[in-house]
């Protein structure tokens, strides 16, 4: 097992985290559209979505199984599938991996749910450290509202409802979310993510998302040239 | 009452607190009797009055029939395997050993975390990163490791059991052979080694399961009787994780906070 970190691969790989509304599955979806149609060999792959684990998460999500330690192990399943599977293969190959959340996020939503902070780290061992990982950050409230006025009723899970903190869904949700923002704000300086202001307007992000991610293909883009 | 003691950090929201039960784990190989012998031991605890929790691996409500269906397929990598693995493990420590422990059950265990430890290093799995993995686990009352000599027997053993050489238990996904028997061979022999090599890291007691069942069964009684009835010297000595200084695992983390009891946690 190569640690995080110490892979080498000819492909780039390039993550977004942040909180639920931070804007970057958008921010993600844009940046594909770019980088196909500058014609890279790009690959998508996002959080849970190994079809291996996906009927036991659905499962356990409907019939509330989990508990923090159950949650994060079959997380860290789907994650593990995901990268022997869709990551590395890609990597290899020399094509451009773009993940919709990864590690980080198992990272603070674990921690939030109480798992160990250490524990959890040395589970998502075997993860390849990403080119670049970008963190969109938006104040708790901004990305609340988004949530909540986007969607009719928040999830279990999603909303921390599990943790027994209150029985309003909302409110359990804003607990949660700022316990995971807390976490996101620690590991900036920890894995060293690039932190993205997601209070600003879609078009300023995108183009900033562009301009760091094309320093990194550089080389490609002239070799191919 | 016996204080709870895990590897290394316990499962979050697991209220660490002394429990009248008994954790007892009959480790081994494919093919030695391990299920032989928890039905036999089952049936006299009952028997002398005790009550009995018995589990195993991919039982759980949780994951077991995922990570069967998953198996099916022979796409299961090796570091989604554990992972499968540990998380069936960690719904049955929550949501059955635990819960029976404290309300004063015998837990007897078809494999622990040691079987998964050996078959992820098998494998070429980081023996330490495993063994993080299953940090969460308490630390039993009695490891029994039913013990044979040689995977030839096992061979033998698993044929006449009737079932023939299954795809995973001979190993087949490492490709270690021509056909299902020199795999199940190959594969076998280093498990054997890996078991071997726990044995005083965790404190395994070594039963000979080369010797008629009768005789193992009576081995195990008398062994089994002196940890529920209470009768041994306190094992401290025989667990390697009782002392903080393990190698490989953390010091067991105490006072962690509890989030739910016992009794939620036991799924009707």
Redesign the interface.
Known sequence: MIPYGQHRFPGKLFVVEGTDGSGKSTQLMLLYQYLKAEGYPVFFSEWNSSLLVKDTTRRAKKRRLFTPSTFSLLHATDFADRTERDIIPPLKAGAIVLADRYIYTAFARDVARGCDREWVRHIYRFAIKPTVAFFFRAPLDVAIDRIVSGRPELKYYEAGLDMDWTDDAEESFTIFQGKILEEYDRMVDEFGLTMIDATRSIEMQQREMRRIVMSHLKEKAASAG | MKEMRFY??A???VEIEPYPGKLIVIEGTDGVGRSTHITLLRQWLESRGHAVLDTGMTRS???G??IK??KQ?H??????M???Y??DF??RL??EMLPALRAGFVVLTDRYIYSAIARAVVR???PQ?IR??Y??ALVPDAIFYLRINSAEELGTRVLSSGGGFDFWESGMDLHLGEDFYDSFIAYQKRLLLEFDRMMSEYGFRVIDASRPVRRVSADLRRAVLRIVDGKSAPRESNTASATPSVVAFETP?RGG?S??SAEE?VRH
């Open positions: 290394g950090t499962l979050p929201g409500f949780l994951a029939r995922g269906e998953a397929g796409t299961l990598g090796r570091l989604t554990q992972l499968f540990a998380t960690a719904d929550e949501n070429g799995v980081d990163w993080s993995l940090g969460i983390e906070s989030a739910s946690n």
